[in-house]
């Protein structure tokens, strides 16, 4: 079955960076797209990040860009978000998703993984 585990959470200052990454097993990695998604406390589920099958196309929410990055190591069966300049707002349980299909951001993601905390706090 699809599973998706992400690692690299934890608690940085404001104006620091982390890593988080989705590890994917049980389908071809490669044939799908993939995305972040973060939820703060009291708020609604947002969209991050997504990244097409192959990799060629990307799409950064306006919150967060110019300061996360995503990409992915099909190699690897890994997508990784590198969060930058991190700010007490990005503080939130952030998600790895799979839509049914390669390309995103229109897409029904479907799969969801249990999530990894992100404290941003001095």
Known sequence: QVQLVESGGGLVQPGGSLRLACTASGFTF???AIGWFRQAPGKELEGVA??????GNTFVAASVKGRFTISR???KNTMYLQMNN????DTGVYYC????????PDAEFDSWGQGTQVTVSS
């Open 30 to 32: 490669d044939n799908y």
């Open 50 to 55: 997504c990244i097409s099958a192959s990799g």
């Open 73 to 75: 190591d099909n190699a």
């Open 86 to 89: 991190l700010k007490p707002e």
């Open 97 to 104: 998703a799979r839509p049914a299909g390669s390309t995103c």
